[in-house]
């Protein structure tokens, strides 16, 4: 997005902290209804994976700002060069060729796959960060793959170099954090139309599903990759319909650490997702990663385009566990969840007993705590913070395993003093940077609160008291 080479604002970006963060979701999902976009460098990484894994990539691909695959052959200078501003010629038929070649050795899959796949293209006309004719270049790269029928070009939008939105971000023109513009149109509505057919209306209203910050670190250990993704699951999804999986790769600076949930939330995808059953997940790269980037050219690995690649690997590892859910069970969920007997670091949880039940499952603020299955219609749950409030469901599960639908929450505090609060005194920057606080407008907001801390950049100096989970202030711990 801004010149890769920003070193300098690369080594003064924290890396973000670490947060206590839940599992993927298990869902059912449609191995038929499979598809991946992305902008900028995520739409050179959703060309890798439409590619490498087009076996499971079935509806396609959208792409935002992208090239061909394996455009920069390993190189920093064909990626800023040929890739980004067409300087030199881009081989086209040597890239068939190389595509063709890895295939038949098994390093991706067979490319007989992208015959049946559609493909949405995106280029803006005043784009200057990827050039337009790079764009080009890509839609003659499907060309030899997929047929002209499944291909839509939209070339026609004065967009800076950003992802499009029908009502939210910047000017059309511009070539800005967040990288989100509004240029009253909806492509990320048009995306999802062309790669899974026909959709029902968008909801423009509350959404009904959850959005979840999950834990990437069971998937990948460092390699430019956050200790956190995202997922939206909208609520027929989680209640354990067969679904669709949206996978969506943000561009360079454009993380969670550096623009919040902009990209998560305000991008459009979510809004078609709801009403569709379309389960979205967001990966999302580090600040240890160059300028925050997808690898597409190989800054953390020489096989970054093939299956191989760490980060392709850890994401197409996040698509199967998601798609490793079962069918619910036909169990009521319990009722009568109650709270009782606190101590500073234990809570008696109970509930009535499900007919036909073969045990129980606990859960503390989304994540399971009992570590096998509960017989009974109680249990301690042990280690929490002294007075403390949390919120535990009950499921009941059925002789095959499956869960049925989750108890209404019961809250419970626990005794004694809760933990002393922390505060930390750091640049706006800074605090973004480590998910205290987020950008919205060049302005940075604490997290939970969204107190308007001021610009967000290097110079300006604010103290975050956290006074709960992912919860911040503005003040002081005296």
């Not at 970006?13 to 992305?38: C, F, K, N, R, Y």
């Not at 076996?55 to 890739?83: D, H, L, M, Q, W």
């Not at 690649?309 to 169990?331: D, W």
């Not at 933990?419 to 939970?448: D, E, I, M, W």
């Amino acid at each position: 997005m801004k010149s890769i080479f920003r070193w300098v604002l690369a080594s003064i970006t924290a890396a973000a902290s670490p947060t206590q963060a839940t599992p993927l979701p298990q869902l059912q999902i449609d191995p038929a209804e499979v598809s991946v976009s992305g902008l900028s460098s995520g739409g050179f990484m959703a060309v890798q994976m439409h590619v490498a894994y087009s076996a499971t990539f079935k509806r396609g691909a959208g792409i935002v700002a992208g090239g061909p695959y394996y455009c920069a052959e390993g190189s920093i200078v064909n990626a800023t060069g040929r890739c980004m501003t067409h300087a030199s010629t881009i081989p086209v038929s040597g890239l068939a060729s190389t595509t063709n070649s890895w295939a038949t050795s098994g390093l991706i899959d067979p490319v007989a796959n992208l015959a049946t796949s559609k493909v949405y293209l995106y280029s803006g006309t005043s784009d200057n960060t990827v050039k337009p004719a790079v764009m080009n270049d890509l839609k003659t790269y499907y060309q030899g793959f997929v047929p002209a029928a499944n291909i839509v070009y939209k070339n026609t939008i004065a967009s800076g170099h950003a992802m499009i939105t029908d009502d939210y971000g910047s000017s059309c023109g511009s070539t800005a954090s967040p990288y989100i513009n509004d240029c009253d149109f909806d492509l990320a509505g048009e995306i999802l139309k062309q790669l899974h057919g026909q959709l029902n209306a968008r909801n423009n209203g509350t959404l009904s599903g959850t959005f979840t910050e999950f834990d990437q670190g069971a998937f990948v250990s460092g390699h430019g990759m956050a200790a956190t993704g995202w997922v939206y699951v909208p609520q027929s999804c989680s209640a354990g319909a067969v679904c669709k999986l949206h996978v969506v790769f943000h561009g360079c600076q454009q993380n969670t650490a550096l623009v919040g949930q902009q990209y998560v939330r305000n991008t459009g995808y979510n809004r078609w997702a709801d009403t569709n059953g379309i389960v979205v997940l967001y990966p999302q790269t580090s600040t240890q990663a160059t300028n925050s980037c997808w690898d597409w050219w190989g800054y953390d690995n020489a096989n970054y385009a093939k299956k191989s690649g760490p980060q392709m690997a850890a994401v197409r590892a996040m698509m199967t566990t998601l798609a490793s859910g079962s069918a619910p069970s036909g169990l009521p969920a319990p009722t009568g969840v109650g709270t009782s007997g606190a101590t500073a670091s234990s809570m008696v949880i109970s509930w009535g007993g499900v007919a036909g039940a073969s045990g129980y499952n606990v859960y503390r603020g989304g994540n399971q705590v009992n570590a096998s299955l509960v017989a009974g219609t109680s249990y301690t749950d042990t280690g929490l913070a002294a007075g403390t409030t949390y919120a535990w469901t009950v499921k009941a599960v059925d002789a095959g395993g499956a869960e049925g639908p989750s108890s209404a929450p019961a809250t419970g505090t626990t005794t004694g003093a809760p933990p002393a609060a922390t505060c930390t005194t750091a640049s706006n920057y800074a605090h973004v940077a480590a998910n205290r606080a987020h950008v919205v407008g060049g302005y940075a907001l604490a997290n939970g609160s969204n107190q308007n801390m001021g610009l967000w950049n290097l110079f300006v100096t604010t103290t975050l008291k956290m006074t709960g989970t992912n919860f911040y202030v503005i003040g002081t711990c005296s």
